[in-house]
């Protein structure tokens, strides 16, 4: 084996061969694939091979399509079949629930370029005729370029491709052990000797959590075991092809929990275990001897789902059953893979944890492979960053979070839910204060937060739904009270980091896009990625020349930490700092908060004193050491209370009884984010995200192209010269039973023109607000649009920025 080469893939799974051939694609024939015993022996070999494509997330539809496309170029390029079939895919709404998800799913799938198409429920029965009619069906939507392939063909297809282009794959040679070198670097000791690579990449499947220790990660993924069986030939079917009609497509539907699909004149029928039937494999270490193996049939787990199968589909139960195929694959607990950057490793990528590594081994072979080589991926990949979960990851949470997910898989998924798993994790002083309030929590980063208020805590039952709700009226009494009172957030667990050192101000200001705010005053600043794309977004408190103070996004924590520390200069003139839990942070926001505030404090709260935008450190009842930071993202006149956390409890307290003979309330998520899309206030990962520029987004004032270099700085420049192709906007829509949410497509007089980023109902105006992409010629205030928003299309109009106090006067005052 060579001794070196650029990059080292361990794992040869359908993932490992994709990154390989990837790679390859991207120029680098100087690449290995390292596999214990051989291709495709792990998870691959006793896959499915299912190709999907339905999920609500616009960037996330484009790399389910993008799989599809790339597996049949390789087909067309090897001039051989690796068992693609595209006969499509249809799922069938027995709920209302489930009608409403496919409802509000449409239009993120035209948006995203995903053909689909909704079916009456005749339509449903014409297309799947072993389906026994019943009144249930609300309706059905179909995927017609869904399908499956053979995973052992496609990957050994991608592995042939990558070699002709020079990348070398040894197999029975298992990685033993890695060491970082201390020039840059990995050396990989394997059964068969050692290699040292620039780049070494993580694919290994079902080892994910046992390999990863090796190098001191924790991996947020677990195997769960997972089966399916195949039956006789089935008469039906077999007359089917003798007459020449086309294949089935595959039939998904929650009456029964499964899929259903042809294999050769057979079925083949893959039940999805409930939570309380989940069985977990490996969760402290593959066995040494478990290979190119199975596990035994286990049909109690399913027979529930079985016995309703044969009821929907008389035709599966008329003949016997072939075979079993039980085996385990990787899970996480939000059903992503794991791909990107490893967190504290220089050199070291991630693609483990992936929920069944045929669908995604196409696309994060490309988007891997680009983000190692060019430095970065081309697409948003923040769902899937390995880093979007924080330092609370532990086995037996992932274990708990695995179950749930998996269980739920075939449920519909409801704007607003909130799952019960692993919870409550982290929570700050104010927790049961705020309970007893009627406080219904959500989770940020692990933490407890609250998302709205019930009347009394016996009141405070979750809801999740595609329509109004009971809770719309209490979210409404808390906006009410912040617009025209006071309203108080819990907000600990924002990401908080203090920099320091002599050469603190230079590097921070080549890393932003906006100019650093002077000594005692903030500025809101976005850090780029090479293509101008929004790769972080702080809130920077200039504390002293060389001290500076971020504020982040809760889930960002990890994920900035860790890109900051990666460009961290080498002399040690820069000091960063992770205070995300050593400090909590409670906001106070409305015309009354000034009033309510200032008889806690020593500080001068007026406008002379205390302007806009500044901060200043004192103390608040009881509390010292208090950073009081004048900026609300309500759009009113407030402050937030940044403190050592060991004080939360105790300023809650305080604020809530000082405010309560002022009208002041405790309002939740849901509150604050009507209150942020009156104000066009823009957000992470929505209007802020890798795959959209400060400009579009329509931050330039945040962008100082002439103050000198910082990242993406080149892109930005000749995006200014040339102009944008696409804006962001403000849509103006009718109130109705069902909001735009996000992602829906934006037409104008038919023709998909862009899509929302983020939308809502508005509990101030009455009506839906929506931001949005379109292209500049339909950017002007008053231009008529339509939004495809759950199966209808509804009219939009442009509006200014900011509906609610456009200049500001309310947060100045």
Same mark, same amino acid.
Request: aromatic share 8%; charged share 20%.
């Given at each position: 084996?060579?001794?070196h080469?650029?990059?080292v893939?361990v794992g040869?799974g359908c993932?490992?061969?994709?990154i390989?051939?990837?790679l390859?694609e991207?120029?680098c024939s100087?690449?290995?694939?390292l596999e214990?015993s051989q291709?495709?022996?792990?998870?691959t070999?006793h896959?499915?091979?299912?190709?999907?494509?339905?999920?609500?997330?616009?960037v996330?539809s484009?790399?389910?399509?993008?799989? *599809?496309?790339?597996y049949?170029?390789?087909?067309?390029?090897l001039g051989?079949s690796?068992g693609?079939?595209q006969?499509?895919q249809?799922?069938?709404?027995?709920?209302?629930d489930r009608w409403d998800e496919f409802?509000?799913y449409i239009?993120?799938?035209?948006?995203?370029?995903v053909p689909?198409?909704?079916?009456?429920p005749?339509?449903v029965?014409?297309?799947?005729?072993?389906?026994s009619?019943?009144? /249930?069906?609300?309706g059905?939507?179909l995927?017609?370029e869904?399908?499956?392939?053979n995973?052992?063909?496609i990957t050994?297809? $991608?592995?042939?491709?990558?070699?002709?282009?020079?990348?070398k794959?040894?197999?029975?040679?298992?990685a033993?052990?890695?060491?970082k070198?201390?020039?840059?670097?990995?050396?990989?000791?394997t059964?068969q000797?050692a290699?040292?690579?620039?780049y070494?990449?993580f694919a290994?499947?079902n080892y994910?959590r046992?390999?990863?220790k090796r190098?001191?990660l924790?991996?947020?993924c677990?195997?769960i075991?997972?089966?399916y069986?195949?039956t &006789?030939v089935v008469?039906?079917?077999?007359d089917?092809?003798?007459?020449? $009609?086309?294949?089935?497509?595959i039939l998904?539907?929650?009456?029964?929990?499964?899929y259903?699909?042809?294999d050769?004149g057979?079925?083949?029928?893959?039940?999805?275990?409930f939570e309380k039937d989940l069985?977990?494999?490996?969760v402290?270490?593959?066995p040494?001897?478990?290979?190119a193996?199975?596990?035994p049939?286990?049909f109690?787990a399913?027979?529930t789902? #079985?016995?309703?199968?044969?009821?929907?589909v008389?035709? =599966?139960?008329?003949v016997?059953?072939?075979a079993?195929?039980r085996g385990?694959?990787?899970?996480?607990?939000d059903e992503?893979?794991?791909?990107g950057?490893a967190?504290g490793?220089d050199?070291?990528?991630?693609?483990e944890?992936?929920?069944?590594?045929i669908l #995604?081994?196409?696309?994060?072979?490309?988007?891997l492979?680009?983000?190692i080589l060019?430095?970065?991926p081309g697409?948003?990949?923040?769902?899937?960053d390995?880093r979007r979960f924080?330092d609370?990851v532990?086995?037996?949470?992932?274990?708990?979070?695995?179950r749930?997910? #998996?269980?739920?898989?075939? $449920?519909?998924?409801?704007p607003?839910?909130?799952?019960?798993a692993?919870?409550p994790?982290?929570?700050?002083?104010?927790y049961d204060?705020l309970t007893?309030?009627g406080a219904?929590?959500?989770?940020l980063?692990?933490?407890?937060?609250p998302n709205w208020?019930a009347?009394?805590p016996?009141?405070?039952?979750?809801e999740?739904?595609?329509?109004?709700?009971?809770?719309? &009226?209490?979210?409404?009494?808390?906006?009410?009270?912040?617009? /025209?009172a006071?309203g =108080?957030?819990?907000? /600990?667990p924002m990401?908080?980091f203090?920099l320091?050192?002599?050469?603190a101000?230079?590097?921070l200001?080549?890393?932003?896009?906006?100019?650093?705010?002077?000594v005692?005053r903030?500025?809101?600043s976005?850090?780029c990625?090479?293509r101008?794309?929004?790769?972080a977004?702080?809130?920077v408190?200039?504390?002293?020349e060389?001290e500076f103070?971020?504020?982040s996004?809760?889930?960002g924590?990890v994920?900035n930490l860790?890109?900051?520390?990666?460009?961290?200069p080498g002399?040690g003139?820069? *000091?960063?700092?992770n205070?995300?839990?050593q400090?909590?942070? *409670?906001?106070i926001?409305g015309p009354?908060?000034?009033e309510?505030l200032?008889?806690?404090?020593d500080?001068?709260?007026?406008?002379e004193?205390?302007p #806009?935008?500044t901060a200043?450190?004192g103390?608040v009842?009881?509390?010292?050491?208090v950073r =009081?930071?004048r900026v609300s993202y309500?759009?009113?006149l407030g402050?937030?209370?940044h403190?050592p956390?060991a004080?939360?409890?105790?300023?809650v307290?305080?604020l809530l009884?000082?405010?309560a003979?002022?009208g002041l309330?405790?309002f939740?998520l849901?509150a604050?984010?009507s209150m942020?899309l009156?104000?066009s206030?823009?957000?992470?990962n929505r209007e802020?995200s890798?795959?959209i520029?400060?400009?579009?987004?329509?931050?330039g004032r945040?962008v100082k192209?002439n103050?000198?270099?910082?990242?993406?700085r080149d892109?930005?420049?000749a995006?200014?010269a040339?102009?944008?192709?696409r804006?962001l906007?403000?849509l103006?829509?009718p109130?109705?039973?069902?909001?735009v949410?996000a992602d829906e497509?934006?037409y104008k007089?038919?023709?998909?023109v862009?899509r929302?980023?983020?939308?809502?109902?508005?509990y101030?105006?009455?009506?839906d607000?929506?931001m949005?992409?379109v292209p500049?010629?339909?950017?002007g205030?008053?231009?008529?649009?339509q939004v495809?928003?759950?199966?209808?299309?509804?009219?939009a109009?442009?509006?200014?920025?900011?509906m609610?106090?456009?200049t /500001?006067a309310?947060?100045r005052?």
């Amino acid at each position: 084996m060579q001794s070196h080469a650029r990059v080292v893939v361990v794992g040869g799974g359908c993932v490992g061969a994709s990154i390989l051939f990837g790679l390859t694609e991207q120029g680098c024939s100087d690449a290995v694939l390292l596999e214990r015993s051989q291709l495709t022996a792990g998870s691959t070999w006793h896959a499915a091979g299912l190709l999907v494509t339905f999920v609500r997330s616009h960037v996330i539809s484009q790399m389910t399509m993008e799989t *599809i496309r790339i597996y049949g170029d390789v087909e067309r390029r090897l001039g051989t079949s690796c068992g693609l079939r595209q006969v499509g895919q249809l799922r069938v709404a027995n709920t209302q629930d489930r009608w409403d998800e496919f409802q509000s799913y449409i239009a993120i799938a035209e948006a995203a370029g995903v053909p689909a198409q909704l079916l009456t429920p005749e339509e449903v029965q014409d297309r799947h005729p072993f389906l026994s009619p019943s009144s /249930s069906i609300r309706g059905g939507i179909l995927h017609p370029e869904d399908g499956y392939i053979n995973p052992a063909d496609i990957t050994q297809g $991608l592995a042939r491709l990558a070699r002709d282009q020079g990348a070398k794959i040894h197999q029975n040679t298992e990685a033993l052990s890695y060491e970082k070198l201390s020039g840059g670097g990995w050396k990989v000791v394997t059964s068969q000797g050692a290699i040292t690579c620039e780049y070494l990449v993580f694919a290994t499947g079902n080892y994910a959590r046992e390999n990863a220790k090796r190098v001191g990660l924790d991996l947020p993924c677990i195997p769960i075991v997972h089966q399916y069986w195949t039956t &006789e030939v089935v008469p039906a079917l077999k007359d089917r092809k003798a007459r020449g $009609l086309p294949e089935l497509p595959i039939l998904r539907d929650e009456d029964y929990g499964a899929y259903l699909r042809e294999d050769v004149g057979a079925f083949q029928f893959g039940p999805y275990e409930f939570e309380k039937d989940l069985k977990l494999f490996a969760v402290d270490g593959v066995p040494r001897d478990f290979g190119a193996d199975l596990l035994p049939e286990d049909f109690d787990a399913v027979e529930t789902q #079985w016995e309703r199968a044969i009821e929907r589909v008389p035709a =599966l139960g008329e003949v016997g059953i072939k075979a079993n195929t039980r085996g385990p694959f990787q899970m996480t607990p939000d059903e992503m893979p794991l791909c990107g950057p490893a967190p504290g490793h220089d050199g070291l990528w991630l693609a483990e944890g992936v929920p069944g590594g045929i669908l #995604w081994g196409g696309t994060m072979g490309a988007r891997l492979s680009r983000w190692i080589l060019n430095g970065d991926p081309g697409i948003d990949m923040s769902a899937l960053d390995p880093r979007r979960f924080g330092d609370y990851v532990t086995k037996r949470w992932t274990a708990d979070k695995v179950r749930e997910t #998996w269980g739920r898989h075939m $449920l519909p998924h409801i704007p607003g839910e909130d799952t019960p798993a692993g919870r409550p994790l982290k929570t700050v002083g104010s927790y049961d204060l705020l309970t007893a309030k009627g406080a219904v929590w959500t989770v940020l980063d692990g933490y407890e937060v609250p998302n709205w208020y019930a009347p009394s805590p016996e009141l405070a039952v979750p809801e999740a739904s595609f329509r109004r709700t009971r809770s719309m &009226e209490h979210v409404a009494a808390e906006v009410r009270a912040t617009r /025209s009172a006071a309203g =108080l957030i819990e907000m /600990s667990p924002m990401t908080k980091f203090r920099l320091r050192g002599p050469g603190a101000a230079a590097w921070l200001d080549g890393l932003l896009a906006n100019a650093l705010p002077k000594v005692g005053r903030l500025s809101l600043s976005v850090m780029c990625n090479a293509r101008g794309g929004i790769d972080a977004e702080y809130t920077v408190v200039r504390l002293g020349e060389d001290e500076f103070y971020l504020v982040s996004t809760p889930n960002g924590e990890v994920r900035n930490l860790d890109q900051l520390s990666r460009l961290l200069p080498g002399d040690g003139s820069v *000091i960063l700092d992770n205070l995300s839990e050593q400090l909590g942070v *409670i906001a106070i926001a409305g015309p009354k908060s000034r009033e309510i505030l200032q008889p806690l404090t020593d500080n001068d709260l007026s406008n002379e004193a205390f302007p #806009w935008l500044t901060a200043q450190l004192g103390e608040v009842g009881y509390a010292r050491d208090v950073r =009081l930071i004048r900026v609300s993202y309500t759009g009113e006149l407030g402050w937030e209370l940044h403190h050592p956390v060991a004080y939360n409890r105790h300023l809650v307290d305080l604020l809530l009884s000082a405010g309560a003979p002022h009208g002041l309330v405790p309002f939740g998520l849901r509150a604050l984010e009507s209150m942020r899309l009156e104000k066009s206030y823009r957000a992470i990962n929505r209007e802020l995200s890798q795959d959209i520029s400060p400009l579009e987004a329509g931050l330039g004032r945040f962008v100082k192209l002439n103050k000198g270099a910082f990242l993406g700085r080149d892109a930005l420049s000749a995006e200014a010269a040339a102009g944008s192709t696409r804006g962001l906007v403000t849509l103006k829509l009718p109130s109705c039973d069902t909001s735009v949410l996000a992602d829906e497509g934006v037409y104008k007089d038919g023709a998909l023109v862009g899509r929302v980023t983020s939308g809502g109902y508005s509990y101030h105006f009455g009506h839906d607000i929506a931001m949005a992409l379109v292209p500049p010629g339909l950017s002007g205030e008053g231009t008529t649009l339509q939004v495809s928003v759950h199966g209808e299309v509804r009219d939009a109009v442009v509006t200014h920025d900011s509906m609610y106090d456009p200049t /500001s006067a309310r947060a100045r005052m």
